[in-house]
Antibody, heavy 118, light 108 residues
């Protein structure tokens, strides 16, 4: 079964850090771009970051640039998101998703919740 | 950054009716890099259409996408009870991906 499973969410204080993980299974991880997308409950989807198959091309939304770092370990079929200098408005459900190169995001995880609050 | 605007914000229809959802981009987009997603409460989004008109695997043929340049449309030919949800458009024509704000299709 093709699956993405996120973990690592939780409660963190403003200015703190958190590392999200996404475990991929059931498909050839090394042939897909990987993305992080977030959503404040009751609000819309916001793309956060993407990485191509070998990590040579990475892009970020302006809102997280310089604070978040996406990475992948193709040997372990894992995607990561290191989130530093967290702000209250980073509070959201974070999804990982895959896409063929320049294709739509055809598989999504169930999401992990990040809450930034004092 | 390309901004996507969706209309209407909410569409109130009855099962069996036709739904027409619009997405307008602030700049012209290569239609190869345009997608539609469906999201139900408590669930992750699901890819419906990519390349503006190509149905994703397992998507019923009552869903169709069209458009080019700055104007794109998602049509649901006959609404089924399970189609009432929020629909998002997305572009990935530039290195920065963006989603539209969503259209909620609700039961009238």
């Amino acid at each position: 079964e093709v699956q993405l499973v996120e973990s690592g969410g939780g409660l963190v204080q403003p200015g703190g850090s958190l590392r999200l993980s996404c475990a991929a299974s059931g498909f050839t991880f090394t042939t897909y771009w990987m993305h992080w997308v977030r959503q404040v409950p009751g609000k819309g989807l916001v793309w956060v970051s993407r990485m191509n198959v070998d990590g040579s091309t990475i892009t970020y939304a302006d809102s997280v640039k310089g604070r978040y770092t996406i990475s992948r370990d193709n040997a372990k079929n894992m995607l990561y998101l290191q989130m530093d200098s967290l702000r209250v408005d980073d509070t959201a459900v974070y999804y990982c998703a895959r896409s063929p190169a320049w294709g739509g995001m055809d598989v999504w995880g169930q999401g992990t919740t990040v809450t930034v609050s004092s | 950054e390309i901004v996507l605007t969706q209309s209407p914000g909410t569409l109130s229809l009855s099962p069996g009716e036709r739904a027409t959802l619009s997405c307008r981009a602030s700049q012209s987009i290569n239609s190869r890099y345009f997608a539609w997603y469906q999201q139900k409460p408590g669930q992750a989004p699901r890819l419906l259409i990519d390349a503006a008109s190509r149905r994703a695997t397992g998507i019923p043929d009552r869903f169709s996408g069209s458009g080019s340049g700055t104007d794109f449309t998602l049509t649901i030919s006959r609404l089924e009870p399970e189609d009432f949800a929020v629909y998002y458009c997305q572009q990935y024509d530039r290195s920065i991906f963006t989603f539209g704000p969503g259209t909620k299709v609700e039961i009238k």
